[in-house]
């Protein structure tokens, strides 16, 4: 079955602009989440969807932002852009099953969308 | 608030070498725990996880248990492989739904 596929993989943008990246879950996933890497932060986490609603929010300004659609497709958009967000975005699904029950599968992460902000 | 800390890398190692990887986590709850491998280009893949104490995760030759009284989740792989070069990421989840990652440990295998 189809991996989550990220779009799209390379992003170059101008400081001031806005991007928007998109994530497809695995097929049957309902939960999406958002993870921004950068060599000097590490991993760092930047929300969580379930079921179109935002459960879970890192800690990041209010220029970072998501949703989720119907069928569990996720968007996240940055506006204003600043040369330190270059990064890779990383997206990953998993499958929930109830409370307490998530935490058993492990998220399934996309190749990502490396964005170079100059 | 949850952590995980991982030893520094690169961790340099010639073919067959057996390898360990320390982690170490502090958390409130009873998380459940994962590595997972990053090889250049790519997004994180899964490698094995742990849900409780004294749990073990395995797959491709990778092994780590579930230490609850050492807070622990020590990477160990018998014989590594030039394939197996890649970053090595621990993290681990509560209920709370965020995965909480360590820093990576960078692998380096020479043939």
Known sequence: KAGVTQTPRYLIKTRGQQVTLSCSPISGHRSVSWYQQTPGQGLQFLFEYFSETQRNKGNFPGRFSGRQFSNSRSEMNVSTLELGDSALYLCASSLYMGQGALVNYGYTFGSGTRLTVV | ?111
Not at chain 2, 23 to 48: D, H, I, K, M, R
Not at chain 2, 84 to 99: E, G, H, N, P, R
Request: net charge neutral; hydrophobic share 35%; aromatic share 12%.
């Open chain 2, 1 to 111: 608030g949850n952590s995980v800390t991982q030893m520094e890398g690169p961790v340099t190692l010639s073919e067959e070498a057996f390898l360990t990887i320390n982690c170490t986590y502090t958390a409130t709850g009873y998380p459940s725990l994962f590595w997972y491998v990053q090889y250049p280009g790519e997004g994180l893949q899964l490698l094995l996880k742990a849900t409780k104490a004294d749990d073990k995760g395995s797959n491709k030759g990778f092994e780590a248990t579930y230490r609850k009284e050492t807070t622990s989740f020590h990477l160990e792989k018998g014989s590594v492989q030039v394939s197996d070069s890649a970053v090595y990421f621990c993290a681990l989840i509560t209920l709370f739904q965020k995965l909480v990652f360590g820093t990576g440990t960078r692998l380096l295998v020479s043939p």
